[in-house]
């Protein structure tokens, strides 16, 4: 019937059009499953590892189909994560999977692992890059149009320490489009996984003390060469104890040491066997699995302790009282607990003293000529005093609102966290840089900005004071530790009101001296009459600027290393000579000079500027920091460390400290250098750690919340079988006698 309304050229036309559609439903589906995918949650990153949810379904995932999930894990140089046997120590990575009814996760199918050897102790795990793929199965029943995936999952990344890490995912799966992008990563995992292999005659046979194992059927070219045996079952073995192996034919034979912890007696036992730790990281070599039956009988398992030893019960008593009740004291410390209000009125003082700090003293020197300049207009001066107010206890709010906030999205941060960053302290040293220079009149805002910048300062004093609030609070925040440790502890716990209202009180105290100056007219008229004396403060207050750089750049140095420093020395001795060509007057030479510096400013910004925001690598080797006595140092901090002293019955003094932090650098140059400190620790034989907060360190933080704190300095001495004591944190010599006098 229709034919008989269309005409033939009309009809091909619409041929040729659904034959075009048809060719572009492929690519329309490929551009729907991009789309999705840019919507998805699929990377969690740490500074240990980069964890990313892939999905392999080349044919769609539609029932029948062969559709794959996994979880890769990229580790930074040296760190590791475990297998499903994690050896002496760890913890096997878990996925818990959330799907739609219909969609079912299988298990795991891990790669060969490879062996860390630690000492008298040996782990299962990977490092480099791996892939845990996982098989899903789709129902019949299942008819939507996608499936959504949603994917919990914990890992625990180690390298001398160890960190607990977690990730969520999301991810929507089209049923009908493929998804193909990661099929070489599917590959290479499938290569990686241990093929399997019947056991054949293979057996393993139990002794008294060691577990003799038979394998036959072994692939050929292993013959003859050393291999690595890998039990499933946790806790059956010694991993780093000596073995012997040895090969009859093309029979392997192997003689393992069996853990005197021993548990499990099992029937058959699944094991995995691949040639020794290749060179590289990533899997382990491509092994095989075996199903293997037990023959004899197991020697008497382990039996579990009666009785626990006095010292660990009076630990774990001490650590239960400090947790019990909602009071936010400290560990370590006796008498009334730390409360809401004591620690308001701790945070007011702690504001209060902060402005005697070398951290803020520059910032206000500033304000001290806003005084002078304005001694006869009291208007102003309560202005800019309650403008100053303003910024600084936003500031603070805001500080405190950004910690709290990261912190309850997984984040392991503290107080002071901004100067974690090198692009953050960079900032501040070439602000500070530019400050200086305009103190000592190399340039005058006037002469290189446009005048309607320039006089934004002069026209809107106001906003120029909260401003100078807000910088003061930038510099002044990792200085509060000393008056403010405790509370600060219990206010990253307390709900987010009454956390913020601690940090707000904080703001508070800083900004009141100015308050209370502005709105009180003595403070104006003590000061000198404006003249010339103004230019000579103001060029001498310069100096305080230069010295806060150089204490920045210390700082840098020690996140970014020297050629980090060296990189943004040059870049601030490049763009003050840019800004003394600006302030020449007009002429050629100022705009060669100017061109000439500005283009020297782009290429090193190009060379070099990556150094300064590049962390270096941390150096958490075995390098002790001698003392004045002989035989006693400081060696980094690690959670292992700190547990191996304890065990063998020393005490631990540790000092948590940071390059930003003044208080920190100043007990450790009086009070830690201290001739009979050192001594009396030494005949005690305290072992000391330092642990280094100066670049984000999730163990550093974690350490640091476990004794109710949230910032440095810390100082906590540690006796086996006691609770651990705080010490305070403006550390004097007869407060180390007296910790001392106590172990």
Not at 221 to 227: D, H, T
Not at 485 to 498: D, E, M
Request: aromatic residues 8%; proline residues 8%.
């Amino acid at each position: 019937m229709l034919s008989t309304l269309i005409s033939p050229a009309t009809a091909a036309r619409h041929r040729r059009w659904i034959a075009g559609l048809a060719l572009l439903a492929p690519l329309m589906a490929g551009a729907q499953s991009l789309l999705t995918q840019l919507t998805d949650t699929t990377v969690a990153q740490t500074e240990q590892v980069r964890a990313e949810l892939l999905a392999h379904a080349p044919e769609g995932a539609a029932t029948g189909r062969q559709v794959w999930l996994g979880l890769q894990l990229t580790h930074t140089p040296d760190w590791h994560t475990y297998w499903k046997n994690s050896g002496d120590s760890g913890l096997p990575t878990e996925l818990q999977w959330t799907l739609p009814p219909g969609v079912t996760a299988g298990p795991i199918d891990w790669p060969t692992p490879r062996k860390f050897p630690l000492g008298p102790l040996a782990n299962y795990g990977y490092s480099g890059t791996v892939l845990l793929p996982v098989p899903l199965t789709i129902d019949p029943s299942f008819k939507g149009q996608d499936i959504e995936v949603k994917l919990y999952a914990a890992w625990l990344a180690c390298r001398k320490e160890c960190i607990p890490e977690e990730g969520n995912f999301t991810m929507r799966l089209p049923v009908q489009g493929p998804t193909a992008l990661n099929g070489i990563a599917f590959e290479s995992a499938r290569a990686a996984a241990p093929s399997d292999l019947p056991a054949g005659d293979s057996a393993v046979s139990p002794q008294a003390q060691q577990l003799d194992v038979q394998l036959a059927g072994l692939p050929v070219a292993w013959r003859g060469q050393a291999l690595e045996f890998f039990p499933e079952t946790p806790g059956l073995i010694e991993p780093g104890s000596p073995w012997k192996q040895s090969w009859d034919g093309e029979r392997w034979t192997a003689s393992v040491p069996l853990s005197p912890q021993r548990s499990d007696s099992p029937d058959r036992l699944a094991l995995v066997v691949a040639l020794a730790n290749p060179p590289g990281e990533g899997p382990g070599s491509p092994g095989v699995r075996l199903d293997v039956p037990v023959q004899g009988a197991w020697p008497a398992a382990a039996a579990l302790p009666t009785a626990v030893p006095d010292a660990l019960t009076a630990a774990l008593q001490a650590n239960a009282e400090r947790a019990a009740g909602q009071d936010g004291s400290a560990p370590g410390r006796s008498g009334p607990a730390i409360t809401l209000w004591a620690a308001l009125i701790g945070a007011l003082i702690g504001g209060m003293i902060l402005n005697l700090m070398p951290c803020v003293f520059p910032v206000l020197a500033i304000k001290v000529l806003a005084f002078a300049q304005h001694a006869d207009d009291r208007s102003a001066h309560r202005a800019h005093g309650l403008a100053y107010t303003a910024g600084v206890v936003i500031s603070f709010l805001a500080l405190g609102g950004l910690l709290l906030g990261l912190r309850a999205a997984g984040e392991q941060l503290g107080w002071g966290f901004q100067l974690q960053s090198p692009a953050v302290v960079a900032s501040l040293a070439v602000l500070f840089t530019l400050i200086g220079l305009n103190l000592a009149g190399v340039f005058e805002l006037g002469n290189i900005l446009p005048n309607s910048i320039a006089t934004l300062q002069a026209r809107n004093p106001t906003a120029d004071a909260f401003l100078t609030g807000v910088l003061a609070t930038a510099i002044a925040s990792p200085c509060t530790a000393p008056f403010m440790g405790a509370s600060i502890g219990l206010a990253v716990g307390l709900p987010t009101a009454q956390a913020l209202a601690v940090f707000g009180t904080l703001g508070m105290g800083m900004a009141l001296p100015y308050l209370a100056a502005s709105w009180w007219p003595a403070i104006a008229r003590a000061l000198p009459r404006p003249g010339a004396w103004m230019n000579t403060f103001r060029q001498f207050m310069a100096f305080p600027m230069f010295a806060t750089v150089v204490w920045l750049l210390w700082v840098l140095g020690q996140q970014s290393g020297i050629d980090g420093a060296a990189a943004l020395l040059m870049l601030l001795v490049v763009g003050a000579l840019l800004a003394w060509a600006l302030a020449l007057p007009s002429s050629k030479s100022r705009s060669v000079l100017a061109g000439l510096s500005l283009a020297g400013l782009v290429w090193l910004g190009w060379a070099v500027g990556p150094n300064v925001t590049h962390l270096q690598a941390a150096d958490l080797g075995s390098k002790p920091v001698a003392t004045a006595v002989k035989g006693l140092s400081w060696k980094p901090w690690s959670a292992d460390k700190q547990a191996a002293s304890l065990a063998e019955g020393r005490p631990v003094f540790v000092d948590f400290t940071a390059a930003w932090c003044v208080t920190c650098q100043y007990n450790k140059r009086t009070t830690l250098a201290d001739a009979d400190v050192l001594a009396g620790m030494a005949a005690k034989q305290v072992v000391l750690l330092r642990a280094d907060w100066t670049r984000r360190d999730p163990a550093v933080t974690a350490a640091l919340a476990e004794l109710g704190r949230n910032g440095v300095p810390v100082y906590a001495l540690h006796t086996p079988g006691q609770a651990p004591r705080i010490l305070s944190e403006v550390l004097s010599v007869s407060d180390m006698r007296e910790a001392l006098a106590g172990i």
